[in-house]
Structure formats: C-alpha cells, structure tokens
C-alpha cells in the first residue's frame, strides 16, 4: 500500500477553477492506477477519474468530461486534477485512491485512500 495525501480543496464560485493534488508515499508510485473519487452528502463515493500507471489511459465520469484533467508525475509521486468550470453539483469530499489492478474505476479495487479534501461550488 502506498499512503496518500491530498490538498488543494477550497470553496470557489461557479465557472471558476481548483487544482487537486494528491501526494503519495512509498517508492512503488509508478505501479498503481491512481483515481479522484468524490462523496456527496448522503450519497456513495463515485468515480471522479483515473489515471493508468504510464499516465497514457484514462477514464472520464461523463459528468466531468472536458471540465477536468488528470495528469501525474511518477517522478514527484503525485497525481493532479484540474477542475475548470466548476458547477454546484461538483460539490463533495474528494478522495485519492491507488489500486494495482490495471484499468479500473471501481472503489471496491483501491486498497488505498488519502483523507480527502472539501472542494465547495457555490452558485
């Protein structure tokens, strides 16, 4: 397991942009599929988007898709997401998770979590 940890979370107005960061522990970085998992009050912990080891695939929720941008950098151990566009109902706790099965999106696959980060939409 690797341990994550993650920043960048705050409240911004609708239309307006956050940058997600999520740092990890351990010298194994490069092997995991790393994903942005977001909760919601009263709601389950759905799929954000994840990112391969390599960086090359990537899987988009539709309701993010062409408003946000995963990237990593195996080098720094850390793995970003770009939030543009931001909408109230982006509202929610977001959690890093690393897996080692290749490919995935489901949460019951990621055996490593970050504490999570508040990000906040107001309309």
């Known amino acids: 397991q690797v341990q994550l940890v993650e920043s960048g979370g705050g409240l911004v107005q609708a239309g307006g942009s956050l940058r997600l960061s999520c740092a990890a522990s351990?010298?194994?970085?490069?092997?995991?599929?790393m994903g942005w998992f977001r909760q919601a009050p009263g709601k389950e912990r759905e799929i954000v988007v994840r990112?391969?080891?390599?960086?090359?695939?990537?899987y988009y929720a539709d309701s993010v898709k062409g408003r946000f941008t995963i990237s990593r950098d195996n080098a720094k151990n850390t793995v970003y997401l770009q939030m543009n566009s931001l909408k109230p109902e982006d509202t929610a706790v977001y959690y890093c998770?690393?897996?080692?099965?290749?490919?995935?999106?489901?949460?019951?696959?990621?055996?490593?979590w970050g504490q999570g980060t508040q990000v906040t939409v107001s309309s």
């Open positions: 998770g690393a897996a080692l099965s290749p490919r995935t999106y489901n949460p019951a696959d990621f055996d490593s």
């Open positions: 990112i391969s080891p390599n960086g090359y695939n990537t």
């Open positions: 351990g010298r194994t970085f490069s092997s995991y599929t």
